[in-house]
């Protein structure tokens, strides 16, 4: 008899091992001409700018090529927060996918210090929402929409499981959501409103139920590390 542990491990990479060309998913977006006048709207400003966007289902091999635009993406960029400190925004339109890709984008996408957003009428849910909460500034324009739900397993793979083996794996895979969410600053309570909604539904919250999980916005310590760096660079008085 196989361990316990062995079932567990086949779904897991069922769910989380399918990897197929992701570079459509993921793409480098130029800004405008320097000479094109600037939008007025604060989301449409960054989109000035050279970009990162991040659009339909996550899988494997996202991460890295993010990874890949980074670099190009700060070495153009004209927008910055100081002056040796590039700002880099990352747009999101995504219904999830691989909630373990989600993690690993999420974590580049902080160390690197970039800012995410969901654009006007565009939707970020499922494991979208675990990129979104990992921006250092993160910014839902008008219309836009943050959906959450309960992770979900391909149905015939997890009815195959054991009762007790799909309890471990649920139980793994929730705390590990919640751990990242805590590593990313979010409330207790957006793990616990998660995981109240079915994985066959969506429920949309609004940007202030968003600010009040702490997904929504800029993130504490990166804002009052910047405002360090922008009194250095410009001064006291140009930062207020």
Known sequence: MKPRSFAITIL???LFGLGVNSEARVRLVEGHDKDTPRSSSIGANLRDYIHIE???EIVEGDAVRLASLIPQVKNRTDSKYSIDLPRVTVYLDSDGGNVLEAMKIGRII?????STVVDVNKACSSACVLLFASGVERDMLYGAKLGLHRPYFPQDLFAGLSYEDSQELYKRITADVAAYLDEM?????????????????VLFISR?????????????????WVRARQVRDYGEEITD
């Open 185 to 201: 600053g979010a409330t207790p309570d957006l793990i616990g409103r998660m995981l109240a909604i079915s994985s066959k539904d």
């Open 12 to 14: 897991a990479v069922a």
């Open 110 to 114: 902080r160390k690197e210090m970039l």
């Open 208 to 224: 202030d139920e968003a600010q009040s999980y702490g997904i929504e916005g800029g993130f504490p310590a990166f804002n009052e």
């Open 54 to 56: 991040i659009y339909g």
